[in-house]
């Protein structure tokens, strides 16, 4: 039921984007019979809502559609799936009771201040962009700098654009989007500013957003300063040396209006550290066993809440066994606790979930550190497999079946990624 | 024609504006921005010290005691944040102890009694994540922390609630005598510079200009002093290490300035700077690498487990120095023009008190000041919503559904706070931003800056184009063009525009 | 005459430089790739490069004011922004169903729709 809220539940998921869309399906699948979703937005979808462009869904739907299209298929099967789903509310605490109930606190105009009973949790809040003040970029605060995701959706939702001469620092996915879009709707995009030596996106956004329009991408290459008091007038471009310094040498100042930042994504992790969990240093999202219960019992995390992903169908083959599992939960079955430790080893960023069982079927997500090409991934002795070629910028997914657990008899498995024997280095 | 106009309206500016609205006396103040406290006050340290820094032969010395002792009524009546969570001078060798020894006894001279000196044991214990080479410390408990823009909003909220007139956009771009004896101020268009906005007249004009007093001074043809700006950076810290340190910690000072500081902020979060660099360029707001290096390797010294990388904001302001390096509060050759200029450091603490001196000097001067019997010394503070424990919240949000409706999700500032804010006098974005604090949480705005702005602008009558950062010509969203404006960028790779 | 253009294949991350030599429209070899989808990709880019094009346009009595549209089939990269002229002039009232046909054969093309891609309930509603 759209905009109720009865309780009490068997699990509440907070967060109504693509993760928690999935994880309520998930956990509705497992038999849980009362679910509810809550988002804080006016409506259900998440991030997709404004992101208007094709290339989701190719690996779930094995259609190419976009944002919006991709969240109606799962909205759609969540009222069908009589899911409760509460819009305009905010969650502003979990507390847990002795016997593991708990009880979600949430905000909203429709009820006010109300608690909500609940068996299990999901957390499925995103991510949040990091900022100006992250990376410390001297000069004025004028107005006019700001991060893409905002600026896409002033764009996409209210039709208003940032401004007219806009600069991007950052070339990750969002930096390359918006560069394409700001240019259909008639701005002038001066460039795209990336401190890596290589572009952080997809190669196919660098060609379809960049290339086809005539904008360039710099690399290794940082916004030194940013001019204008009231409001942006131009920026300081320089190149950057191997330990990211700025060679002020070589700087040559834009003139612009719009400094966007697409500098990169932080789980929304702000209720995970109220409550105490036990966070991963590196992902910054908490750390989770293989059935994607975080240090809390009868709390779960999935989508980018727990690891900023690439591609939503990733997140929702993560989130629909995270809401199976909390469903389960919900229901009364405890599994045994996970004995093997999952541990990034050799050029491995992190990797996702931090433990394993042998009872069960495991994906592992995880990033390398830097570009190798080809390599092989190792999981202790238990798996070797060539990869063509892995960047920091695409998440690898390796599953792993429990007859291959089965052989082990260690408490810590390690990943890792080395170079292929007789592989030329790049 | 006023009975005073007072020229600024910083924090300085408000609290003279309050004092005056004590009395029967017809008071405008006149801000070149879009709010008041957008200048100096804004960026200032917001520190309330306990007086031992200056000494009592200056103006500033002078003002500083009386001025900190008046906070904790004006707080109980204005409810602006303020805590006094004490200070420390801290001695990096045994050769600063002397120092800060000084510093206590000139603190006991001007009658600061509960002054302390620690020894390193009694520093480890009590501020346990400061650097295990401080040797002592002088302890000044009075020493407190406010927001200043916070308590400048109060003051003034008080002011306008008890008859004193509040223009905004109004800058002086000329002085005149004015015809019945006082002096005219005219005023230009505070919006981009064009055609004059008007006129003021009033028997007394306070030039409470801060960084741009002796230009005004220069207005009404009295200029004997310069101000000479002197920047300050001061970085915003994560609230992760919230806690880390829980007083104010200062370094032995220079003559040039109290130092680099660790400051826990009202909120909590800690901010540390500022530097003290001085410039000719009164519009120099720019944090630079060279400040941030200078901020955080000193401060790492005092508490290593600051570093840069826990920066979330940064910003600068310009203290305005006088050329006597003091308050210059006084009449002048022109009838009715009274200076009080040259406020930096310790003016936030002593401007009650030099509140109560510029309406001695207007008494003195000739204007009567006859005690209005309706005075409402009290304003109800806003709402924080954030920070009212659970019932209270339930209450609020089942008595008015915007306090329902959450805007700010980091800072967890609800949608009954912005109107609020906008009733009391915020304009802009930043003007909301200062006083409810959404958009200085971790996202600095990312999800909550739309539906701000679309606030500002249904109250306001504004189109979403019109809504700026801070007044002027800090807009922040164009509308699309027409379809028949956009074409094609030329496909060769754009060449780089020189500045 | 022998002439080159560059491209760069989008197949994987990679992201293979690719030499595609041609005779006027004629392909007479493509180079650089390390997979034979480097070959097909540059050969698309080269005779029929096609993009799908996104945008938004104007909504009139709906929940917001933009509503996310797609053309049905890629375009042409040199047709985008022709398409986006005559798209940009669309106005559409609420409610939309996400799917529905808002302006046909755009361009004069038959089957090139402008097609809504998600559902705009009714302000209010």
Known sequence: MFGRIEGPYDVVVVGGGPAGLAAALGARESGAERCLILDREPEPGGILNQCIHAGFGLHYFREE??????????????????????????????????DGTKWVRVLSERFGLKHVRTKAVVLAMGCRERTRGAIRIPGFRPAGVLTAGLAQKMVNMRGYLPGRRVAILGSGDIGLIMARRLTLEGCEVVGVFELMPYSNGLT??????????????????????????????GVTVAPVDGHFRAQMAQARTLACDTLLLSIGLIPENELSQSLGLRLDVVTGGPLVSSTLETSM??????????????????????????????????QGVRRPADNISLVPGDNVRYCVPHTLSP??????????????????IRVGDLMEKRLRFVVPAEMIMVKIKPDLLARFHGDTLRVDLVPDAGAVED | MYDVAIIGGGVVGCAIARQLAHYRVRTVLLEKQAEVAFGTTKTNSGIIHAGHHSTPDTLKGSLVVSGGDAFDRLCEDLHFGFRRIGELVVAQSAEEIPVIEELFSRGRSKGIHDLEMWDAQRLRREEPNLSHHLCAALFAPRAGVVNPYEFAFALIENAVANGVELRVDSPVVAISDGEDGGLCLHLGDGGAGGPMGGRVEARFVLNCAGVYADRIAALAGVQDFEILPRKGEEYMLDKRLKGLVRRLVFPVPTPASKGILIIPTFDGTLMVGPTAFDTDDREDLATTDLGADTVFDFVSQLCPSITRRDTIAEFAGLRAVSSSNDFIIGPTSRRGFINVAGIQSPGLTASPAIATLVCEILRSEGLVLEERGDFTPRVTGPVRFASLDVKEQQRLAAEDLRFGRVVCRCEMVTEGEIHHA???????????????????????????????????????????????????????????????????PSSSPQTLAED | MAEQSH????????????????????????????????????????????????????????????????????LLKTQLFAALAVIHEVVVTAPVEQGQVLVRDILGEAGLHVVATRSMPQQGK
């Open chain 1, 297 to 330: 019992p009868g709390l779960f995390a999935c989508g980018n809440v727990l690891h900023v992903h690439d591609l939503v169908d990733f997140v929702t083959a993560e989130s629909l066994l995270a809401g199976r599992f909390a469903g389960e939960w919900a």
């Open chain 3, 7 to 74: 491209f760069v294949c989008i197949g994987c991350p990679i992201g293979c430089p690719l030499q595609l030599t041609h005779e006027g429209k004629e392909i007479i070899e493509v180079s650089g790739q390390e997979c034979n989808r480097g070959a097909k990709y540059a050969a698309q880019e080269f005779t029929d490069p096609r993009r799908v094009l996104t945008t938004t346009v104007a909504v009139e009595g709906g929940r917001w004011e933009r509503l996310p549209v797609k053309v049905s089939a890629p």
């Open chain 2, 422 to 488: 906008i009733d009391h006098g915020a304009r802009t974005l930043d003007g909301v931003k200062f006083r409810t604090r959404a958009g200085m949480g971790r996202c600095q705005g990312g999800f909550c800056t739309v539906r701000c702005m679309d606030i500002l602008a249904q109250r306001l009558g504004l189109r979403l184009e019109e809504v700026t950062k801070r007044g002027s010509s800090s807009w922040i969203v164009v509308p699309r063009r027409s379809p028949a404006a956009v074409t094609h």
């Open chain 1, 65 to 98: 559609l976009t944002g919006p299209e991709y969240a109606e298929r799962f909205i759609t099967k969540v009222i069908d799936g009589e899911i409760d789903l509460a819009p305009d509310t905010y969650v502003s605490g979990v507390s847990v009771d002795s």
């Open chain 1, 359 to 376: 009872e069960r079927e495991h994906t592992i997500y995880l990033r390398c550190k830097e570009a190798m090409k080809p390599c092989r």
């Open chain 1, 204 to 233: 196919r956004n660098v060609v379809q957003c960049l290339d086809d329009f005539g904008i360039p991408l710099h690399l290794s290459t940082t916004v030194a300063c940013i001019h204008g008091r009231e409001r942006v007038e």
